[in-house]
T-cell receptor, first 119, second 110 residues
Framework: GAVVSQHPSRVICKSGTSVKIECRSLDFQATTMFWYRQFPKQSLMLMAT?????????EQGVEKDKFLINHASLTLSTLTVTSAHPEDSSFYIC???????????????FGQGTRLTVV | QKEVEQNSGPLSVPEGAIASLNCTYS??????FFWYRQYSGKSPELIMSIYSNGDKEDGRFTAQLNKASQYVSLLIRDSQPSDSATYLC??????????FGRGTSLIVHP
């Protein structure tokens, strides 16, 4: 399948600081990427849809000023958690579609995930 | 509100047995259905995708889709301890943004 690389895999930061997470599609161009958050024993909750060259679309209840998303190129999307607090500690996962693989609703390929711990 | 329901489990099966995982969804216009496997602390990995009613087989895995009853299932034959993981069902429609279930924890014991 298509390869999506996410970095870093694990980060610990102090409360009040900002953390940037990168998501790259390595062997395809992703016009759309998705950012999810997953709490322990819970499902993946979609935070936002990142569109190359335009503003991200945020899901209801997700603060766009706190979770800044930038999709400046066809292979890179970043999520910045600003002024992080302990309740932001979670597993953040990005995914991307490869529209060249199928004309139907293609499966999403996931990055490795980022375990964020805010202390 | 699109919903995807899964029994959280855990589902415990002996090694070599068939594991059967089920999923129901609420949106009748759903078109694409996926099963992902997620090991603890890792991101999901796609196992199967299915788009049409009936069965789709890939190695030890068989996905079954019944759109009339709005359910999709995953059978794992000859279950191995390495199959122990959480299995996520995902469903998407015209927007191609999948909605995930909470996952079913599978334990395969030797």
């Amino acid at each position: 399948g298509a390869v999506v690389s996410q970095h870093p895999s694990r980060v610990i930061c102090k409360s009040g600081t900002s953390v940037k997470i990168e998501c790259r599609s390595l062997d395809f161009q992703a016009t759309t990427m998705f950012w999810y958050r997953q709490f322990p024993k819970q499902s993946l909750m979609l935070m936002a849809t990142s569109n190359e060259g335009s503003k991200a679309t945020y899901e209801q209840g997700v603060e766009k000023d706190k979770f800044l998303i930038n999709h400046a190129s066809l292979t890179l999307s970043t999520l910045t958690v600003t002024s992080a607090h302990p309740e932001d500690s979670s597993f953040y996962i990005c995914s991307a579609r490869d529209p060249s693989r199928d004309t139907r609703n293609t499966e999403a390929f996931f990055g490795q995930g980022t375990r964020l711990t805010v202390v | 509100q699109k919903e995807v329901e899964q029994n959280s489990g855990p589902l415990s099966v002996p090694e070599g047995a068939i594991a059967s995982l089920n999923c129901t969804y609420s949106d009748r216009v759903s078109q694409s259905f996926f099963w992902y496997r997620q090991y603890s602390g890792k991101s999901p990995e796609l196992i199967m995708s299915i788009y049409s009613n009936g069965d789709k087989e890939d190695g030890r895995f068989t996905a079954q889709l019944n759109k009339a009853s709005q359910y999709v299932s995953l059978l794992i034959r000859d279950s191995q301890p390495s199959d122990s993981a959480t299995y996520l069902c995902a469903v998407s429609g015209g927007s191609y943004i999948p909605t995930f279930g909470r996952g079913t924890s599978l334990i395969v014991h030797p």
